[in-house]
């Protein structure tokens, strides 16, 4: 039986991050990953970001904003899919966009926008770090162009310090997220305030039976959709190596519609356009 919440669930990130209460974990993080100096959030809501949350189940989003109104995205991104980079830089176009609030005059001076994307995979595999910063760069002087959009990508199954070896907030950040499902006791090395009450926010026994049921079923869907997901793609992937690359993803498609995957998570893990998973 777990002690503590996957952060990887939508359960567990949302009562991480998502609730008021724990706001100040949110901005603990942010100020730790992005060196910045936040004392207030505001929590947001943008119906595309809302509506494409829900509909892609692999992913969930935290939409804030701070003092001098910088807007910060916090996506989660449960396992490999396709187009996972274009969704994140997807996901930033509406805190640009909606800088130009209709009927309003407006000089075109943008407020900062942070993306963070919190991975629970590898998609660099030939890369050791698992900390990418991306901003705009003129490639001709290797200088940002424009240092109001920056996207931040967290390998997590990349960080691989114990527990022992733990040296910077940075680091224990890091550390929760790779290991809070897996803890058994509070680790020593967490003695920071702000450690203490995410282990607080995050120990089950702590839950009522509502919220327990809750977890439960969360967890449930998201070994679920890790499971198919895996399986799939192996099973593609083996099928690719005797019918070739196509036909393979065909068989992957297949075995995901019979699951009632959506047309578009399907087109997502696998590369197939919609028109052709229409057809299979």
Same mark, same amino acid.
């Given at each position: ?13 949302? @009562?991480?991050?998502?609730? =008021? +209460? ?5 901005? &603990? ?6 060196? =910045?100096?936040?004392?207030?959030? /505001?929590?947001?809501?943008?119906? #595309? *970001?809302?509506? &494409? ?39 930033? /176009?509406? %805190? ?5 609030? %209709?009927? @309003? ?9 942070? /993306? $963070? ?23 001709? /002087? ?8 920056? *996207?931040?990508?967290?390998?997590? %199954? ?12 940075? &680091? ?13 006791? +509070? %680790? ?20 009522? @039976? ?34 070739? $690359? ?8 297949? #075995?995901? @519609? ?23």
């Amino acid at each position: 039986m777990e002690k503590f919440i996957n952060p990887f669930t939508d359960f567990g990130f949302k @009562k991480l991050f998502g609730e =008021e +209460r724990n706001k100040d974990l949110l901005i &603990d993080f942010i100020n730790e990953l992005l060196h =910045e100096s936040i004392h207030v959030l /505001t929590y947001l809501t943008n119906e #595309r *970001l809302a509506q &494409d949350s829900v509909a892609a189940a692999n992913t969930l989003v935290v939409y804030c904003e701070n003092e001098q109104d910088e807007k910060f995205i916090v996506q989660l991104q449960k396992v490999q899919q396709g187009s996972r980079i274009d969704r994140s830089i997807y996901y930033t /176009t509406f %805190p640009v966009q909606e800088q130009a609030e %209709p009927g @309003k005059k407006w000089n075109f001076e943008l407020k900062g926008v942070y /993306t $963070i994307a919190l991975l629970g995979f590898v998609f660099a595999e030939n890369v050791s770090t698992f900390h990418h910063k991306v901003q705009l760069v003129d490639l001709e /002087t290797n200088e940002v162009f424009n240092n109001k959009l920056q *996207l931040t990508y967290l390998e997590i %199954p990349k960080f691989s310090k114990q527990e022992h070896e733990l040296e910077t907030h940075y &680091d224990k950040w890091m550390y929760i997220f790779q290991n809070l499902g897996k803890l058994q006791e +509070r %680790p020593a090395a967490l003695q920071e305030k702000v450690f203490q009450k995410l282990l607080d926010a995050a120990e089950i026994a702590h839950f009522d @039976k509502e919220q327990q049921i809750a977890y439960q079923d969360s967890l449930k869907n998201y070994r679920g959709w890790d499971n198919v997901i895996n399986t799939s793609l192996q099973k593609g992937i083996e099928q690719g190596r005797k019918e070739g $690359i196509e036909q393979g993803l065909h068989q992957t498609a297949l #075995r995901m @519609k019979e699951k009632g995957f959506s047309p578009q998570d399907i087109s997502d893990a696998t590369g197939l356009t919609l028109d052709q998973i229409e057809h299979i």
